[in-house]
């Protein structure tokens, strides 16, 4: 999944996505890193409020992560070298990927981490929308472990509508909520196991945000 040069240099490559972000926002902060466990398979669940969320994601973790990003990207023709170098894989959020939903089981069974955005699309308002199944069932399949990640002021980065990045004095926080498990639901039917599944993640995503926002 990831290129061979990207995972032995990560850490200058996690360098330089850090100073990247503090050029366009110096305010800046992380919360929350103790939650991130330090072996995998890992699923990053986070909420999405802007293009720029992954690198703002990405340069608050310490090691690669593989990203399922929507399709369209990969019609930017100089932008396919740079997805495929760091381990991003398309999926189309507005339908059962199946193909995608393979390619993410395969990065957790190589024991990975994986960052999800489970709205499936930038929320226009910074307010969480509907959680699609994605994340859960590879969780439920995969017994991976789950944090919730609060994002908040990316979107003063790059606006909703906008794609062209812009600096800002506002506050720009990324928060790794407590790990998720749902072993105990392993004896429940398939459908009830996502709704409790889910449910569970809806709640950690709101309280994670509502702390990148300052609210908790």
């Not at 890193?33 to 330090?38: D, K």
């Not at 995998?40 to 293009?51: C, E, K, M, T």
């Not at 069974?109 to 226009?124: K, T, W, Y």
């Not at 639901?185 to 300052?214: F, K, M, N, W, Y």
């Amino acid at each position: 999944m990831f290129h061979p040069l990207f995972r032995r240099f990560h850490p200058l490559f996690a360098l330089f996505f850090r100073a990247l972000v503090w050029v366009f926002a110096p305010r800046y902060r992380v919360s929350g890193r103790r939650h991130l466990p330090s072996r995998g398979p890992l699923i990053l669940a986070s909420n999405h409020i802007s293009d720029s969320d992954p690198p703002v994601l990405g340069a608050a973790v310490r090691f690669p992560i593989a990203w399922m990003a929507k399709r369209e990207l990969w019609q930017i023709r100089p932008l396919v070298p740079v997805l495929d170098f760091v381990g991003s894989f398309p999926v189309d959020p507005a339908s059962p990927d199946r193909a995608a939903l393979k390619m993410a089981a395969q990065v957790l069974r190589n024991g990975d981490a994986l960052v999800v955005f489970p709205e499936g699309r930038i929320s226009p308002d910074g307010e969480l929308g509907a959680i699609m199944p994605g994340a859960v069932l590879l969780a439920l399949k995969s017994g991976a472990t789950v944090v919730p990640v609060g994002m908040w002021g990316a979107q003063n980065i790059v606006p909703h509508g906008s794609l062209v990045p812009r600096p800002t004095l506002a506050p720009v926080r990324v928060h790794f909520g407590a790990p998720l498990r749902f072993d105990d639901l392993g004896d429940l039917p398939p459908r009830e196991a996502r709704a409790a599944a889910t449910r569970r993640l809806e709640r950690a995503l709101r309280q994670a945000r509502s702390i990148a926002q300052g609210n908790r």
